[in-house]
C-alpha cells in the first residue's frame, strides 16, 4: 500500500506532537532496552529460572503490542488475537519438528502464518465493528482452538496426527541460527530482546506514519474517514493483518522455548489475559500494553506460591482500573508531567471515587 | 444410530440447557444493553450462586431454601459490585469494564477455592425430584423435567413483565436511550443498581438449580461465560428476546451436536455466532430494537 511505501520516505512531512514516543520517551525506551540487554546475562548467572521468565515477559509484551497495533490505535477490538499466537506457534513447531530448525526459516513462516490467519478473520471480522467485531473474532479464534484440540486437519487429512490433540506438540528443538548457538538460553533471550526491539520501532514508525494516522482516524470516526475517501474495510485488514504478523512472530518465539505447542496457547483466555494487559498498561500508547504484560506475568510470577493469589492479581486490576483511568502508562505520564501534584492527584482520585459511589456525580 | 427416543432425549436436554442458560444470559444482555457493560464477572455469580446453595443446602438440609435464599445472597453481592466498582467508570470508555469485571471474577474464583476449596461439590437433589420419569423406551430424570420447568416459568414470568409492566417499560426504554429517560425524570441510577441486581439474581437461579445436575468447582464461572457471551451476541446485544431464543438456539445446537460429534460441539456454536454475524453484523434481534 502506498502509505506503508510513503512511510520510509525521508521527506514525509512531520505528524506534528500527538505521535507516539517522543524523543525521550524513545530515549528511555532505548535506555530500557540495553538495561535488558544487561540484565539477560547477570540474571542467567544468579538465578537462570529468571531467564526463562524475561523470556516470557518479552513474549507477551511483544504479543501486547500487537494486540495495541489493532485494539488500541486502530479501535479494532481483537478479542482473538491467541489464534494468530497459536497458528504462529503451531507453525514454527510443525516446521522445526518436521523440516528444519533453522530460525531464518521458521521465524518468517511462522511470521506469514499469522499474518495469513489475520487476513483470513479480518476480512470476515471487519463487516461488524465494535463489541460485535470483538465476538467475531473470538468465534474464529476458538475454532481454530476446537479444530486444535480435536485435530482436525488430521482427521480431515486422514493422517494419524497433525496438532497432536490435547498433548500438543511436544520435544521441540530450540532454533540454530547460523554461528550462533541458540540452545545456550542466554543466546536465546538476546535474539528475543533484538526481535522485539525491532518490532516495537516498526510499529511505533508505521503508527507514526500516514498509513497509521488513517487507522487512528478511523478510530476517532470511521464515517468521516470513510466520507475523504479511504477504503475503510481495506485499511482495517491490512492493519489486522500486519498486527496478526507480530502475533505469529511472538508464537514462533515461544513455542520452541517452551519446547510445546499446546491448543491452550489458542484458548481465549489467552485472548483475554491479553485484553486485560493491554488495558492494565494503557491501550493506545505502544508502550504502555508491554509494561502491562511484563506486570502481569511478574505479578504471576511473584503471587504463584501465595495461597490467595488470584484475589490480589484481582484486587489489582479492581484498583488500578478504578484509580488509575489511563492504566500505568497514564500513572507514569501524569508522574513525569506533573510529580508534585502526585499527592493531591491521589487525594482528588478518592474523593472522586467517595462521591461517585454516593451517587452524587 | 440415533433413534426416537435418544432424539426427544437430546430435544429436553437441549431445551433445559437453552433455558437455564437463558436465565445467565438475560442479565448478562440486560446489564449491557442498559449500562454498556461487558459483564466478565456475570460467571463469577452465576458461580457464586452454586457454592451459596451448597451451603444454605447442607447447613439447613433444605434444596428449597438453597433455591430461595443462594440467589437472594448473590443479589446482594451483585448490587455491592454495582454501587462499589461499576457506578465509578459510568461514562468512561466501556472497555475499561472488561478489566475491572475481569478482575472481579478472578478474586472471585480465587475466594471460592479458598473458602470452599479446589474440589467438586454437589447440592443434593431432593427426595420428591429424585428417579426418572419412563415413558416407553424414553427415561429422563425427574430432576432435570423440574429445571426444565423451573428456568421456563421464571423466563416467561420475566418476559411478561417486561413488555407489560410499567418497570418493564422504563428497563427497555433505558435500554434504548439512557439520557431520554433521565431527562424524563427517573432516576437511572437505581434502575442500574437494580437490573445488576436482578440479573445476579438470576444468574444465581441458574446456579443452584445446575449445581444440584453438575458439578460445582470453582472454574464453572469461567465456563459458562463464554457461552453466554455467544448467545447474547447472537440474539443482539440489549435484547431479551433474543437472548432466550438465541438460548435455546445453542441449547440444542449443543444437544444435538452431541450426537454427531461430541469433540465439536463448541465448534458448531461458534460457527453458528459467525455465520449469523457476517449475515447480520448485529445479531438477530440486535440494534433495531431494545428489547
Same mark, same amino acid.
Given at each position: ?6 512511510? @520510509? ?51 507477551? &509484551? ?70 460485535? @467485531? ?43 541460527? =547460523? ?113 502491562? &504484560?511484563?506486570?502481569?506475568? =511478574? ?63 | ?68 435464599? &443462594? ?198 456454536? @461458534? ?21
Amino acid at each position: 500500500m502506498r502509505e506503508i511505501v510513503a512511510m @520510509f520516505d525521508p521527506r514525509r512531512t512531520s505528524v506534528g506532537d500527538s505521535q507516539i514516543l517522543t524523543s525521550r520517551g524513545r530515549l528511555a525506551v532505548f535506555g530500557l532496552i540495553v538495561l535488558l540487554g544487561v540484565l539477560g546475562p547477570v540474571v542467567a548467572i544468579v538465578e537462570p529460572y529468571w531467564l526463562y521468565i524475561l523470556v516470557q515477559v518479552l513474549v507477551f &509484551a511483544l504479543l501486547a503490542l500487537s494486540l495495541d497495533f489493532v485494539f488500541g490505535y486502530a479501535g479494532l477490538l481483537s478479542f482473538g488475537h491467541a489464534a494468530m499466537f497459536g497458528a504462529g506457534g503451531y507453525s514454527a513447531a510443525l516446521l522445526i519438528t518436521e523440516v528444519t530448525p533453522n530460525a531464518l526459516v521458521v521465524l518468517p513462516v511462522a511470521m506469514l502464518t499469522g499474518v495469513a490467519v489475520a487476513a483470513v478473520i479480518g476480512w470476515f471480522s471487519v463487516r461488524s465493528r465494535g463489541i460485535y @467485531f470483538a465476538m467475531l473474532t473470538l468465534a474464529f479464534a476458538q475454532m481454530f482452538y476446537v479444530a486444535a484440540f480435536a485435530d482436525l486437519p488430521a482427521t480431515l487429512l486422514g493422517v494419524e496426527s497433525i496438532t497432536g490433540g490435547d498433548n500438543g506438540i511436544y520435544g521441540i528443538a530450540l532454533y540454530e541460527l =547460523i554461528g550462533i548457538d541458540l540452545s545456550d538460553r542466554i543466546n536465546y533471550y538476546f535474539l528475543t530482546l533484538l526481535l522485539v526491539a525491532l518490532s516495537l520501532a516498526f510499529l511505533v514508525r508505521l503508527a507514526n506514519s500516514p498509513f497509521g494516522r488513517v487507522l487512528q482516524g478511523i478510530r476517532e470516526n470511521e464515517e468521516r474517514v470513510a466520507f475523504i475517501g479511504y477504503d475503510v474495510r481495506r485499511y482495517k485488514v491490512v492493519g489486522f493483518a500486519i498486527s496478526g504478523g507480530f502475533a505469529g512472530l511472538a508464537g514462533g518465539l515461544y513455542v520452541p522455548f517452551q519446547s510445546l505447542a499446546h491448543p491452550q496457547f489458542l484458548h481465549w483466555t489467552v485472548s483475554g489475559e491479553l485484553v486485560v494487559m493491554l488495558l492494565l498498561g494503557g491501550m493506545g500508547t505502544l508502550w504502555g500494553p508491554m509494561l502491562g &504484560a511484563a506486570s502481569v506475568i =511478574i505479578l504471576e510470577e511473584m503471587l504463584g506460591g501465595i495461597a490467595a493469589w488470584e484475589v490480589i492479581l484481582g484486587g489489582i486490576f479492581v484498583v488500578v482500573v478504578i484509580f488509575a483511568p489511563r492504566g500505568l502508562a497514564g500513572v507514569l505520564i501524569s508522574l513525569k508531567e506533573d510529580p508534585r501534584n502526585a499527592l493531591t492527584n491521589a487525594k482528588n482520585a478518592i474523593e472522586n471515587y467517595v462521591r461517585k459511589v454516593r451517587g452524587k456525580s | 444410530m440415533v433413534d426416537a427416543t435418544t432424539l426427544i432425549r437430546a430435544t429436553l436436554l437441549g431445551l433445559q440447557l437453552g433455558m437455564t442458560l437463558a436465565l445467565v444470559a438475560a442479565g448478562l444482555t440486560l446489564i449491557f444493553g442498559m449500562l454498556d457493560v461487558i459483564n466478565f464477572a456475570h460467571g463469577a455469580l452465576y458461580m457464586l450462586g452454586a457454592y451459596f446453595g451448597v451451603t444454605v443446602a447442607t447447613e439447613l438440609g433444605s434444596f428449597w431454601l438453597a433455591l430461595v435464599i &443462594a440467589p437472594l445472597l448473590v443479589a446482594v453481592v451483585g448490587g455491592a459490585i454495582e454501587i462499589l466498582s461499576l457506578r465509578p467508570l459510568y461514562g468512561r470508555n466501556p472497555l475499561y469494564h472488561i478489566l475491572l469485571t475481569f478482575g472481579i471474577a478472578i478474586m472471585t474464583q480465587g475466594l471460592v477455592v479458598e473458602i470452599w476449596g479446589a474440589q467438586s461439590l454437589r447440592i443434593q437433589v431432593p427426595d420428591a425430584l429424585s428417579g426418572t420419569l419412563t415413558y416407553g423406551s424414553l427415561s429422563y430424570p425427574v430432576y432435570w423435567m423440574f429445571v426444565l420447568a423451573v428456568s421456563t416459568v421464571l423466563i416467561g414470568a420475566i418476559w411478561l413483565a417486561i413488555s407489560r409492566s410499567d418497570i418493564g417499560i422504563i428497563i427497555r426504554a433505558s435500554a434504548h436511550d439512557t439520557e431520554m429517560v433521565d431527562a424524563l425524570g427517573f432516576d437511572v441510577s437505581r434502575v442500574f443498581t437494580g437490573v445488576v441486581v436482578f440479573g445476579a439474581a438470576l444468574a444465581g437461579v441458574a446456579g443452584v438449580l445446575l449445581g444440584a445436575s453438575r458439578s460445582v468447582n470453582p472454574g464453572m464461572g469461567f465456563g459458562v461465560i463464554i457461552q453466554a457471551f455467544v448467545i447474547v451476541v447472537i440474539g443482539g446485544l440489549g435484547s431479551f428476546r433474543g437472548a432466550v431464543f438465541s438460548a435455546l438456539l445453542i441449547g440444542l445446537v449443543t444437544a444435538y451436536g452431541a450426537l454427531i460429534a461430541p469433540s465439536l460441539t463448541d465448534l458448531f456454536m @461458534f460457527a453458528l455466532m459467525a455465520v449469523v454475524l457476517i449475515i447480520k453484523p448485529s445479531g438477530l434481534f440486535g440494534a433495531t430494537e431494545a428489547a
